[in-house]
């Protein structure tokens, strides 16, 4: 339940278009997007890798985690004097991406537009919105359904929940407030 639960935040993005690049895509290592990136900076290429900032549960807290928009994925942008052999050499890269054997070229409109996307979309938003409802799980007031009020700081909730046939406001822990599966 803990992992499964989370909601995107916020596109990051790094350098900006330009529009004598040549747009490719490679296909990275298992969670070698980080490593590709850096290893195709050195080598003289642009690297774009969008990517969310996601709130998960790890060890029972909610903390967050930058993850790849595109897991396993990185766009490489080429001038065109610009050999591309070193690419299938780099660590991290695994191979870039054909279509009937010859090298798929993205749209530099395209790219432009997920980082125009980055920049709109900076920010944190959090799992919950107000007047979502919602179920608590820890030991205090576990079981009981509400409405998600609002975040205090990085670890409580305010809930408002029906206790004794009238409405109250509960602080709880964040990790002890789960979506209600009907939402």
């Known amino acids: 339940m803990g992992a499964a639960r989370h909601r995107v935040a916020a596109l990051r993005y790094t350098s900006p278009v330009t529009a004598e690049l040549r747009w490719l895509l490679a296909y990275t290592k298992p969670r070698g997007e980080h490593t590709a990136e850096e290893n195709l900076r050195r080598q003289g290429f642009e690297v774009f890798s969008p ?3 996601l709130q998960k549960r790890r060890r029972g807290k909610w903390v967050w985690v930058d993850e790849p928009l595109f897991p396993r994925y990185v766009f490489i942008g080429a001038r065109p004097d610009q050999s591309l052999a070193p690419i299938r ?3 991290g890269v695994s191979a870039l991406v ?3 054997g010859e090298v798929a070229e993205v749209p530099a409109a395209l790219i432009a537009q997920l980082q125009g996307a980055a920049e709109v979309t ?3 938003q959090y799992r919950f919105k107000q007047g979502q409802p919602v179920r608590i799980v820890g030991e205090n007031f576990s079981g009981i359904e509400g409405v998600f009020e609002m975040q205090e700081g990085e670890a409580r ?3 408002l929940v029906t206790l004794l046939g ?3 406001v509960v ?3 964040l ?3 789960v979506p209600e599966s009907g939402a």
């Open 51 to 53: 990517g969310l900032s």
């Open 122 to 124: 900076a920010g944190r």
């Open 157 to 159: 909730a305010h809930v």
């Open 89 to 91: 050499s780099t660590v």
């Open 166 to 168: 009238r409405p109250m």
């Open 175 to 177: 990790a002890d407030v």
């Open 98 to 100: 054909r279509f009937g």
């Open 171 to 173: 602080q709880v822990d």
